[in-house]
């Protein structure tokens, strides 16, 4: 993607690639980082929408609700851990109104697609 447009915002900076909107806000030690609605980054925890599947990790462990991306909405999922030995069990997860409530344990690697 090409940066289309960079601006300081209170709390952080409003940058643009092509038609994606990217907001990094850093204020107080504290980041989130959003494309559009979808949350991907909260501090530490990360959600990283790929190529129509979601990587997600938490270094100390969360749960927490995440907003899917469209294209993931209404869409039968399947989520679970990833290891050195390949896929692992599903952690605890809800999916309800284009959001996912995700468990995620410290430093497990998940994965989330169609």
Not at 39 to 52: E, H, N
Request: glycine fraction near 8%; proline fraction near 6%; charge should be neutral.
């Amino acid at each position: 993607w090409e940066m289309t447009k960079f601006d300081f915002v209170p709390g952080g900076v409003y940058i643009e690639y092509g038609n994606k909107q990217v907001i990094v806000q850093n204020a107080n030690n504290h980041l989130k980082v959003t494309l559009g609605d979808v949350l991907i980054a909260d501090d530490d925890d990360r959600f990283i929408p790929r190529d129509g599947t979601i990587y997600a990790y938490s270094p100390n462990g969360s749960e927490k609700d995440w907003v899917l991306p469209k294209e993931l909405r209404d869409k039968d999922l399947q989520v679970f851990t990833l290891s050195k030995h390949g896929r692992g069990l599903s952690p605890e997860y809800r999916i309800n109104d284009g959001k996912i409530w995700l468990k995620l344990d410290p430093k497990i690697p998940v994965k989330i697609m169609t």
